[in-house]
């Protein structure tokens, strides 16, 4: 028997959701704050911190990933086309800049020779081998890809608040219960 496609983010996806908008708020953080490594030195706790949670937020944007395709959700009713396809288009961009903002930098660390351990638990496998003209390449692409997540995370939530300012329709609602 087919059941109708929920009107509602369940339980499940609402948790993941904001479960990485904490971790990428501590993430963020920890990126602007941690002292630069230089030459010779290897990474310390913040650095350490920055990888283990960039790894964290990745497993859970995967995991949120599957979830969405195997547990759709309809559009809000109240949305026109152009809506529809703006968020649709902004959602799945979320979801593949967290991916290349995490992998360039996990990719930088690689070629920097640094050996980045997991939650101070075990090491994380390397992407690469030690090659400082990738690390200052993939650098740039590191920061370039930060800012283009931030630019689309603005983007997102100045959305959500015309939604509960203006439009004053039910979409911010699905997420929120
Ligand atoms: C969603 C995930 C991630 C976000 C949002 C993020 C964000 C940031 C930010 C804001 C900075 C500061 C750069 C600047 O001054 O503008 C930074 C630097 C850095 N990140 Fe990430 N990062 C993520 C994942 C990772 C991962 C998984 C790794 C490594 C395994 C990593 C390695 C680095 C390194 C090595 C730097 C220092 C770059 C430098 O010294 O120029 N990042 N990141
Ligand atoms: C205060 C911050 C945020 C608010 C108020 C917010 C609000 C929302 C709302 C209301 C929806 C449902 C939209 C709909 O039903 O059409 C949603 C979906 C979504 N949000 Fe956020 N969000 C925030 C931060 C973030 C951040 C930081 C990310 C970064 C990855 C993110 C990624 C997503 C994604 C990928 C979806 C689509 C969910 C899916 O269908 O898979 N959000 N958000």
């Known amino acids: 028997m087919r059941t109708a496609t929920p009107l509602q983010y369940g339980t499940t996806a609402r948790v993941l959701h904001w479960l ?6 501590a993430q963020y953080s920890i990126g602007w704050l941690m002292p630069d490594i230089h030459r010779g030195e290897q ?7 920055h990888a283990s949670l960039g ?20 559009p809000e ?7 529809r396809l703006s968020s649709e288009m902004v959602h799945w961009s979320l979801y593949a800049l967290v991916l290349a903002t995490t992998l360039t930098g996990w990719l930088f660390a690689s070629f920097r020779g640094w050996s980045v351990s997991f939650l101070f638990l075990t090491p994380l496998p390397m992407l ?8 200052r390449a993939i650098d740039g692409l590191h920061q370039a890809m930060e800012w283009t997540l931030l630019a689309f995370i603005v983007i997102h939530v100045s959305a959500a608040l015309l939604h509960i300012l203006l439009y004053r329709d039910g979409v911010v609602q699905r997420m929120l219960r």
Request: no cysteine; aromatic share 6%; net charge positive.
């Open 20 to 25: 990485v908008v904490v971790l990428l708020l």
């Open 43 to 49: 990474p310390g706790i913040a650095m350490t911190l």
């Open 55 to 74: 790894v964290l937020i990745l497993a859970v944007m995967l995991l949120r990933f599957a979830w969405r395709l195997t547990h759709p959700v309809a």
């Open 77 to 83: 009713s109240s949305l026109s086309t152009w809506q």
């Open 128 to 135: 690469g081998s030690v090659d400082a003209t990738a690390a």
